[in-house]
């Protein structure tokens, strides 16, 4: 059987990270630590070796012995005979235009006659310069030197040589991360291929995009395929951090063999072991943690308590710990103590804003019930008092979770009657209910108890068919969605495994792959451009998930799908709104501008994150620094701007390099769409032409509900 279906997502490498790849600013930083060192006659001496490095360093000694301690600091200039740095952009897209500026400082302490050469390699279009230049002591020369990107995205080195006759005395190199400006095209087709039987990716298919951008990647099972590398790779490389994701993308870790991890680590943005990035995932839930004992969606000084959360949590640490990994026994402590409080009903003061909040009281206290059947400390008089009073709408999960909670504390009748009761729940549409639930990860997290606490395999079977049947319907998936399918896949492969067999063909070029887990594998570049075939060479069914994907040199189209919408509109910085002619942007180096964001949406969704990706030649005004020009400077419409953040649920915002990060609420609860407008104020930093990235609108929880706005083709970036 087979099923295909269009995604359209954003950014450098299928929707790995939301907005696209993170540009990587390549900054130096000097660190070097001596150690202990004998001190004789009052003095040490210490050998340091320091990098090619210009500027300045903060020296810092600490003695002692054994009553006495002291210490001191100093700054210490670090120059080179000639001092060459470029300034450049901190990230360019792919056909964009921009320019560098190299900077060469002669302190040779006497007239010389310099020869600089700079080239530039990589996916740059440039011509090679050589200038001659006679410079005094101290002065300052500056070379212009233009480029512009080709339609690959990758890694740019800027090379500078500087010799005085042939003599060296500069060779410096610099690098630039070059990113795709415009949404990855991604499809996906599931299969389930019988022995003998093949799937074919043929190259019309492929035809439509720049053959060096083609990638795609296969899941093989011989279970139900739930793609579980593709999950890991999504988790590891979500980019935004509020307590539900900081967990869902520390969780892989527990699961991910050493091989998929080496196999993905790729994907990271710096080497990590696996109990660092564990310990360190613990360290973030942990900072979330309130004086009460619960946990904030962003920061313990959140307004709002995350009741669902906090037993969220409390999953991760109990089943972190059952696999051997050290946890703060406090931590575990404090939050068990608050989950007790939830099922007695002593913490509803601050809950999360739900459509039912009964519905949802009784979610969550019936997810604590269930963890604190895990850690033994649960009490069978307050499940039975919960099971006497199921909301109408009860979420199947949740019964399951009271199910196997008077299970664990030995009361078996009641564990069947609750769970008989999740079998029939009704699969209507649910209530928004702030669990961060859907159908795909409800049905998949029962699945997984059910696997997990040997308490109905053949439901359990089913009940991942199902998901893989709701998968082939779905364009996008939550964190939370993902996470499931990883436990999911994890438990049925621990309950039924089974090798397979297979040939992939691509360019003419023939590979065996086999294994005995789910696998993914993947292939990228100009030989997909021919098209590829896989073969069931084995003695069953073969479980299948091909997604490929391509990037084309034309921006996408303006997208309003589940009744929200992002539009960008710029102001100049005394108000007045400014309109792009010809479909350009025009500034000037050093010019500010305001840029709006509107958000609509017909419906109350609290869960909304907005991205707004910067045009290469911009750079973003942190209202987090103090030396910034400030929103509450600005008047528009005849309000301040801050006088407008106020009026809306701003949840969380960021500041990056190459773009504007917003959660938010918004919409109401009549139906009426309404708008919310945020703000940020950009600088024009670069010469240049650059491509402009739409906006992207989305609800975490509910990926199908996303927007993506209009905007102007190019940003120009005039010299004063």
């Not at 952009?89 to 302190?107: E, K």
């Not at 009073?389 to 949740?398: G, H």
């Amino acid at each position: 059987t087979e099923c295909q279906h269009r995604r359209v997502r954003y950014g450098g490498d299928a929707d790995l990270t939301r907005g696209g790849d993170m540009a990587r600013s390549e900054v130096q930083i000097i660190s070097l630590y001596s150690g202990l060192v004998d001190v004789v006659g009052g003095e040490a001496e210490i050998p340091i070796t320091i990098p090619d490095f210009n500027g300045r360093l903060r020296l810092m000694a600490l003695a002692y012995d054994d009553t006495r301690s002291g210490s001191t600091e100093k700054e210490v200039r670090v120059a080179a005979p000639v001092v060459a740095q470029l300034s450049m952009p901190r990230f360019v897209a792919a056909g964009d235009q921009s320019l560098v500026a190299l900077d060469v400082t002669n302190l040779t302490g006497t007239t010389t006659t310099l020869t600089i050469s700079l080239s530039a390699n990589g996916p740059v279009r440039s011509e090679s310069l050589l200038q001659q230049v006679t410079l005094d002591d101290q002065q300052r020369h500056t070379l212009t030197y233009p480029f512009s990107t080709t339609n690959a995205a990758g890694h740019i080195d800027f090379h500078a040589e500087i010799r005085d006759g042939e003599k060296l005395l500069s060779d410096k190199h610099w690098g630039l991360n070059s990113r795709q400006p415009y949404p990855t095209q991604t499809f996906s087709l599931a299969s389930s291929l019988d022995p003998e039987q093949s799937l074919a990716l043929g190259p019309d298919k492929l035809s439509q995009w720049s053959p060096d951008t083609l990638k795609a990647s296969l899941s093989l099972s011989a279970n139900i395929n739930l793609s579980p590398e593709e999950q890991i790779e999504h988790l590891l490389r979500y980019p935004y951090g509020c307590l539900e994701q900081t967990i869902s993308a520390a969780y892989p870790w527990l699961y991910a063999t050493d091989s998929q991890i080496n196999q993905l680590s790729n994907y990271l943005e710096e080497p990590a072991g696996r109990s660092e990035v564990i310990e360190n995932g613990l360290s973030s839930i942990a900072k979330r943690q309130m004086s009460s004992g619960g946990y904030g969606l962003w920061s313990r000084d959140d307004k709002a308590e995350e009741h669902w959360l906090t037993a969220y949590a409390a999953h991760f640490f109990t089943d972190a710990r059952e696999l051997g990994y050290s946890i703060d026994e406090t931590l575990l402590r404090t939050t068990l103590e608050r989950l007790l409080q939830y099922t007695r009903n002593k913490a509803s003061l601050r809950e999360r804003w739900s459509e039912d909040p009964g519905l949802y009281r009784f979610t969550y206290q019936a997810y604590a019930h269930y963890l604190l059947a895990r850690n033994n400390i649960a009490s069978l008089a307050d499940i039975r008092a919960a099971a006497e009073q199921i909301p109408e709408q009860a979420t199947a999960l949740s019964l399951l979770h009271l199910a196997l909670a008077a299970k664990m504390q030995g009361d078996k009748q009641l564990a069947d009657t609750l769970y008989q009761k999740s079998v029939t729940a009704g699969s209507g549409k649910r209530p928004y209910i702030s669990d961060y639930g859907s159908d795909i990860r409800d049905l998949a997290q029962q699945a997984r108890l059910l696997w997990q606490h040997d308490f109905d395999s053949k439901r359990a079977s089913n009940l991942t068919e199902e998901v893989s049947q709701l998968l082939r319907h779905r364009k996008y998936l939550s964190t939370q969605e993902r996470i499931a399918l990883l436990q999911l896949s994890r438990e049925q492969a621990r309950h039924s495994p089974d090798d397979w067999r297979a040939i992939l063909t691509i360019a003419d070029k023939t590979e065996a792959i086999t294994g005995e887990t789910a696998t993914r594998i993947t292939r990228q570049g100009e030989g997909l451009s021919q098209g590829l075939t896989l073969t069931n060479t084995g003695k069953g069914r073969l479980y299948t998930q091909l997604t490929y994907q391509g990037h084309s040199t034309e921006p996408p189209t303006e997208v309003k799908s589940g009744g929200v919408s992002v539009e960008r509109h710029y102001w100049s910085m005394k108000g007045e709104q400014l309109i792009p002619a010809d479909n350009r942007l025009e500034l000037r180096t050093g010019d500010m501008l305001l840029v709006e964001l509107v958000v609509s949406s017909d419906a109350y969704r609290p869960d909304l994150l907005l991205v707004d990706l910067l045009p290469a030649g911009l750079e973003i005004e942190n209202q987090n620094l103090g030396d910034t020009s400030k929103l509450e400077d600005i008047r528009i419409d005849g309000e301040s701007i801050m006088t407008w953040q106020r009026r809306y649920d701003l949840r969380h915002e960021e500041y990056r390099d190459d773009r504007y990060v917003a959660a938010l609420a918004s919409g109401s609860h009549s139906g009426e769409a309404t708008a919310t407008r945020l703000f940020y104020i950009a600088r024009a930093v670069t010469p240049g032409t650059y491509k402009v990235p739409n906006p992207l609108l989305e609800d975490m929880y509910d990926p199908e509900v996303r927007a993506v706005g209009s905007t102007p083709a190019e940003l120009v970036v005039q010299p004063l």
